[in-house]
């Protein structure tokens, strides 16, 4: 058995390619394609043969192919002893790094491994590629020591191409100058879920044909008391609202109340009436879809509204769930230590005073990820946004306090409701109550 090291090189799962009338070769994968001219009948053997099987990587420099190296449509497995180590698969074409490595180096702080099938995968957001690690040795050099001699050839190479990856870096050097604000998580999120990657699934498509949606349009009710809430005649609400334009002009975030005179259980009901209340359900190609006055994506409408009451005349404190279908609320529970915490959280994230009510809105995940891959959190957040908007509109139309927050305490909101996090968890909170004494808009 040898110890030499081998590349095989052949062309990604997911690229397709044709020739034009003129007899021009082009490659073409989701947003990228290159043009290749007119290629010679050894040039076009090679390319036929890479779309095949593994072809030694030397190849392309000898029919002058490394285009295709570099524009990022072949990936290559490194063998050693005869046995596949790892596969470097890109994503994109090859972003070269300046300089020469350094010998000593650490993964960058955004890399993570994580099991992918039978294998383990190197990615980061900051990379080009991703590195399939196909042998245990390679996940035992993932802490990149430093070669001692030249005998572990394969290790000197691994780390040469973690480093032309982007997936390694100086552990001496700073890799936060381009970007001191990004933390590694926000940017995974922002990457992952802005454009399609080869091989990763990629905005809404038939993948969940013939299954049934996770979740209905209208959830499940809780068992608790049922508050009915006052439907307001919208004719009249209309002819009495400020008009679109001052709205949008007064709203503002407001994070202080009248204690004195809170906001009442009617104006409640109202508020939610006006910006979440179904106004209609329907059924199309085999699953439920819902509208409402806010626009959602896919017409899915997966956010849900749990009002938490600290001060609301003509309610109890607690937790409830506001039913859109039949505009009420169901009690869930009291003013637990969840519940409070849920309440302390928010008065943290405002600097101010706990709210009078305090608007956790939570998402049946299923019903979006059931549609959409890969980007399908990222439209939730869309979602949420939306919300807010309609939020702060109605509140502003209806002289109330409202304020959208920065975050919440989606584990006392699962402990408070009993939910699986993973299934329903919250995703966004907004404070609402009586406008203050002297508040100008």
Known sequence: MTSQIEERVRIRPGVSGGVTPDRCYYLLSGPYSTALGRLSTAQ??????????????????????????????????????????????????????????????????????RRDGSAMVLESPRSWCRVRLHDSRALAWLGLPR??????????????????????????????DRSPTWRPHELWFHRRSRRPLPGVPYGKGDWAAGRPVPHAALREPFDGEVVELARPDLSRVRAGDPGLTTVLEQRRS????????????????????????????????????????????????????YPVIRQVHGLEQGLHHYDPQRHRLERICGATPEVRRLLRTAAASTGHEEPQVLLVIAAR?????WNYQSMAYSLIMKNVGVLFQTMYLVATAMQLAPCALGGGDSTAFAAATGLDEMDEGSVGEFALGSLPRGAAR
Not at 365 to 369: K, P
């Open 365 to 369: 995940f299923g019903r979006v990820m």
């Open 44 to 113: 076009q053997a090679l390319l036929h043969r890479l779309a095949r099987e593994p072809v030694p990587a030397q190849e392309l420099v000898e029919q002058d192919l490394s285009l295709l190296r570099r524009e990022g449509w072949l990936q290559a497995t490194v063998t050693w002893s005869g046995t596949d180590v790892y596969t470097v698969e890109p994503e994109g074409p090859q972003h070269p790094i300046a300089g020469e490595m350094p010998e000593d180096l650490v993964l960058s702080r955004y890399a993570v491994a």
């Open 147 to 176: 070669p001692a001699d030249d005998d572990v050839p394969a290790l000197r190479r691994f780390r040469r191409d973690l480093w032309a990856g982007g997936l390694a870096v100086a552990r001496a050097g700073d890799e936060d």
């Open 254 to 305: 407001l994070c202080r109340y009248d204690a004195s005179n809170p906001v009442t259980a009617a104006e409640l009901g109202e508020f939610l009436y006006r910006c979440s209340r179904n106004r209609d359900v329907f059924r199309a190609d085999g699953a439920d879809y819902v509208r409402r006055p806010y626009p959602s994506g896919g017409a899915l409408y997966e956010l849900e509204i």
